[in-house]
């Protein structure tokens, strides 16, 4: 049964565009990973301030979307629950723009024998996070397929994990030509990239166990 009725139609329209901003940021954060990795300054620059425009609208609409709900009383039962999501949401796009700022602050050399990786990681872990909106969408009309659409939220997030622990090996005992200092930078910088899929997991098992409660 859908949590939404007709007198709420204002509110559906600002938590698809919420989620939108969620899922259109994580794909400008795979390509601004890409376009860094690659070299293309003006590219990356460019998705750096698309995401930063797309994480500052996030914001407001989920302002928006909690004042619509406790000012006119919409879904109350799940308002609580219902911030709770929305906040960790939101922390799957500012950890993006967060990760994309890492980049440009620090500028890490990225060797050309992990250019691939550091590619595919961050696909694999902005996988995890485009695999959450449909779940997330799913709650407010369809929660009783929530729990289905999280699958593959969790096998990316696991992938990712594994991803992040051989290119670590790699790192520190496959490429002696680095020094530690270079070793523990790329480790940090890729910990933020891993980051995204963690933040997806938090979500996914907060939309399971919300769709459980609304059930029962």
């Known amino acids: 049964?859908?949590?939404?009725?007709?007198?709420?139609?204002?509110?559906?329209?600002?938590?698809?565009?919420?989620?939108?901003?969620?899922?259109?940021?994580?794909?400008?954060?795979?390509?601004?990973?890409?376009?860094?990795?690659?070299?293309?300054?003006?590219?990356?620059?460019?998705?750096?301030?698309?995401?930063?425009?797309?994480?500052?609208?996030?914001?407001?609409?989920?302002?928006?979307?909690?004042?619509?709900?406790?000012?006119?009383?919409?879904?109350?039962?799940?308002?609580?629950?219902?911030?709770k999501l929305l906040d960790v949401l939101d922390e799957i796009i500012d950890t993006a723009k967060g990760s994309l700022n890492e980049f440009y602050i620090e500028m890490p050399a990225i060797p050309d024998s992990l250019k691939n990786d550091f590619v595919s990681i961050?696909?694999?872990?902005?996988?995890?996070?485009?695999?959450?909106?449909?779940?997330?969408?799913?709650?407010?009309?369809?929660?009783?397929?929530?729990?289905?659409?999280?699958?593959?939220?969790?096998?990316?997030?696991?992938?990712?994990?594994?991803?992040?622990?051989?290119i670590k090996k790699k790192i520190f005992h496959n490429m002696p030509e680095l020094t530690l200092a270079e070793k523990a930078h790329l480790r940090y910088i890729l910990h933020h990239i891993e980051n995204i899929s963690d933040r997806s997991q938090n979500a996914a098992d907060m939309l399971a166990s919300m769709a459980i409660r609304l059930m029962l």
């Open 1 to 83: 049964m859908s949590l939404f009725t007709n007198t709420t139609r204002e509110l559906i329209l600002q938590i698809d565009e919420f989620f939108d901003s969620i899922e259109i940021g994580t794909l400008i954060f795979r390509e601004g990973i890409k376009s860094y990795v690659n070299g293309d300054k003006d590219a990356f620059a460019t998705h750096l301030k698309k995401l930063d425009e797309l994480e500052g609208k996030a914001d407001k609409l989920q302002r928006a979307i909690e004042n619509e709900m406790i000012v006119h009383s919409i879904l109350p039962q799940q308002l609580s629950d219902i911030v």
């Open 122 to 166: 961050a696909e694999l872990s902005t996988n995890a996070a485009e695999e959450l909106i449909p779940a997330a969408r799913a709650f407010f009309r369809e929660p009783h397929i929530v729990r289905d659409k999280l699958i593959k939220v969790y096998y990316f997030e696991r992938e990712t994990d594994k991803s992040a622990f051989n």
